[in-house]
C-alpha cells in the first residue's frame, strides 16, 4: 500500500508565535522577490561581540563556531546588526554597497528579528526584536 508523503513540519515561528504568522508571511513573500543567487560563503551564523576575541599584541580570533553555513555573508552582517541591537542594519555596510546588498541586508535584519522575536530565550532579547518586528519601539 502507498504511503502518503509526510505532511511537512509547522513552521517553528507560527508554533511558537502564532501572532507572528503575518509578519512571517509577509518577509517570505518580499524574500522571494529578490534575488538570492549569490556566492554562498562560510557563515558564522551568530556574529556578536562576546564572540569576538583579541589578545593584546594577538590574533584577533572569532569563536563559537556550531552555528556554522554556507550562504549569503549579507545573513552575517544582518544578524551582528540585530545582535548590536541597531534600529536599521545599514550601519554594518560600512562602503556603500549595491542596492541589491542593502535589500537582501534589510531582508534577512528582518529575518533575524523575526527569530528573535518567535525563539528568543533572553526576555530583553525577545521584546526588543518584538518591538522592531512589529513597529512598536519607543
Known amino acids: 500500500m502507498a504511503r502518503l ?23 517570505r513573500q518580499d524574500l522571494d522577490l529578490v534575488n538570492l ?15 569576538l576575541v583579541r589578545v593584546p599584541e ?3 580570533v572569532l569563536l563559537d563556531w556550531e552555528l556554522a553555513a554556507f550562504g549569503d555573508p549579507t545573513s552575517d552582517l544582518a ?5 548590536l ?7 554594518v555596510l560600512a562602503h556603500g554597497p ?7 541586508l534589510e531582508l534577512y535584519w528582518r529575518l533575524h528579528l523575526l527569530a528573535d522575536a518567535a525563539l528568543a530565550t533572553n526576555p530583553e532579547v525577545q521584546a526588543h526584536a518584538l ?8
Open 131 to 138: 518591538a522592531l518586528t512589529t513597529g512598536t519601539i519607543t
Open 85 to 91: 541591537r541597531l534600529l536599521s542594519p545599514q550601519p
Open 37 to 51: 543567487d549569490i556566492e554562498h560563503r562560510l557563515l558564522h551564523h551568530d556574529l556578536q561581540l562576546g564572540h
Open 58 to 60: 594577538g590574533p584577533r
Open 98 to 104: 549595491a542596492p541589491a546588498d542593502q535589500r537582501r
Open 79 to 83: 544578524r551582528l546588526a540585530v545582535r
Open 5 to 27: 508523503p509526510p505532511r511537512p513540519p509547522e513552521p517553528v515561528h507560527r508554533a511558537t508565535a502564532p501572532d507572528l504568522a503575518t509578519i512571517a508571511a509577509a518577509l
